[in-house]
């Protein structure tokens, strides 16, 4: 055994009692034959295994792995995740007390052994009463910037980031809904790699950086949902961005109906960009190549196919008051939108800030007033006897879900910490008293927000997402 490997095993003898950690890890090592070996806070088991040949596998075979009990190290955990495949490289997050930080990463040697883990794993009980999450992980090379003068061209802004950043590839603007004369005062900075990102976030992020003048905003960009190809094979809608605010769904069907009149089902525009429906996917697919760039109203479109998410995404959107999951239309879709920044200021819309994403709202509960008469008659009613479907905010379907199993009202405690700049930030926990002595007594989401309002209704969501459907 190496000294590399020694110095890994070390890492956490200061909490576990130093023999028995260092002989379990020692007869993981001798039973796999694979190293370990510690560095830059994290120890790294494999990456590659004993007689792997050819590069590392492809995006898309990792998984990010949370809520890791701290005292709890390779021995226990190789062996629950090999049940989903070979392990290409596990590597677990370690803080220097010898205690690993509560996550880790696991790359197995194929995308279908990763979605495997994804499914067996996921809210699995690695302890009594200790439930691990386990989630894609994808290697970001993506930035979002802000606070970007918005008379900057795309020409102008690649230069910028050229200059001050290394291994720029690209930089995606948008024009602006209103003006497409105009960016909307963001950009996202493609780069060469992942590491190449993060070097790049490292120098820009303290807040101090500017650009032309301006403190800009630096985050990683929200990663763009992957739909498998089997699944993309049966989409025969196409999303269709950078419209005029004052384009109408009429105008879209005729200009789509234009190639072969009649193939357009239905369309559903929002703001500035829309889903357009067709009967069949070949017509969709012949759309797409002929629409793409063309111009309506004045307006340069960019079409695509849209990306169709699963029912627990749609669960989740409809959390954020997008749609009912009892709704008859099952496919939401979820392309990419950047109308909704991630900002480090107050977005667009709560619901875009809430789920984590940059998407647009998909086809939206209805939300309009009528004129009210008088002499209209009036009926007092409970809200509890409506459907879900008239609630649009998590705060009120849990209160309504609650209810429904005859449970006791949720309970809400609010907690505070200071940002680093010296923000207060929020998040509430959530008991819900008819199962609080259950396996899980409370709730609370793993984001801060700025507002109360925003870190109820984050913490409604996060409570929902964990009880199910109803």
Known sequence: MNEENIDGINGCS????????????????EKTGYNMVQENGQRKFGGPPPGWEGPPPPRGCEVFVGKIPRDMYEDELVPVFERAGKIYEFRLMMEFSGENRGYAFVMYTTKEEAQLAIRILNNY???????????VSLDNCRLFIGAIPKEKKKEEILDEMKKVTEGVVDVIVYPSATDKTKNRGFAFVEYESHRAA???RRKLIPGTFQ??????????ADPEKEVDEETMQRVKVLYVRNLMISTTEETIKAEFNKFKPGAVERVKKLRDYAFVHFFNREDAVAAMSVMNGKCIDGASIEVTLAKPVNKESTWRQHLNGQISPNSENLIVFANKEESHPKTLGKPPTLPARLNGQHSPSPPEIERCTYPFFPGTKL??????SLKS??????????DYYCNKNNWAPPEYYLYST??????????YKIVIPAIANGSQSYFMPDKLCTTLEDAKELAAQFTLLHLGPY
Not at 125 to 135: S, T
Not at 211 to 220: E, F
Not at 418 to 423: A, E
């Open 125 to 135: 009980e690695i302890r009594p009463g200790k439930f691990i999450g386990v989630c």
């Open 389 to 398: 479907n008239h609630f649009n905010s998590a705060v009120m379907h849990l």
């Open 198 to 200: 993060a070097m790049a």
């Open 14 to 29: 200061k909490v576990r009692t130093g023999t028995q950690n260092e002989a379990a890890l020692l007869a993981l090592m």
């Open 211 to 220: 650009l032309w003048g301006h403190t800009i905003q630096v985050d990683w």
């Open 418 to 427: 200071t940002s680093q700049d010296g923000k207060v930030l929020l998040v």
């Open 379 to 384: 009926t007092p009613i409970s809200m509890y």
